[in-house]
């Protein structure tokens, strides 16, 4: 998904996918403003068991935590990640470790462009 869409915006999507698997997201927006005052908090949430692909510009904490906050966790086999700041380790260590009792793949790089 590559969409000019608010983290919380894509999130409600990908929870109203009860099949979904694998989840590939870019962000591009930078220095995006994603709070509206109202937090979505789903009753469940997709399978993802496959793939997951993030690649943002504007870091990836905010979409780490709303992962790390579905009832279901997620549990990915392979992880590609993209990032560009020293501080995002901290949110690629959490992922690995959210996703720890599936994880196969992790494809991790670093990008020194401003856009991906």
Not at 69 to 79: A, C, S, Y
Not at 87 to 109: K, N, P, T, Y
Request: hydrophobic share 45%.
């Amino acid at each position: 998904m590559s969409s000019s869409l608010l983290r919380s915006q894509v999130f409600n999507l990908v929870c109203s996918l009860p099949l979904l698997e694998d989840l590939i997201l870019r962000e591009y927006l930078v220095g995006e403003a994603d709070y509206n005052g109202i937090e979505f908090r789903p009753l469940t949430s997709p399978p993802l068991t496959g793939t997951f692909e993030l690649h943002s510009v504007n870091g990836s904490g905010p979409t780490v935590r709303r992962l790390l906050d579905l009832p279901g966790g997620f549990h990915f086999w392979k992880l590609v990640l993209k990032w560009r700041r020293e501080e995002e380790l901290q949110w690629i260590m959490a992922l690995m470790a959210g996703c720890s009792d599936a994880l196969e793949c992790v494809d991790i790089q670093r990008f020194m462009r401003a856009f991906l």
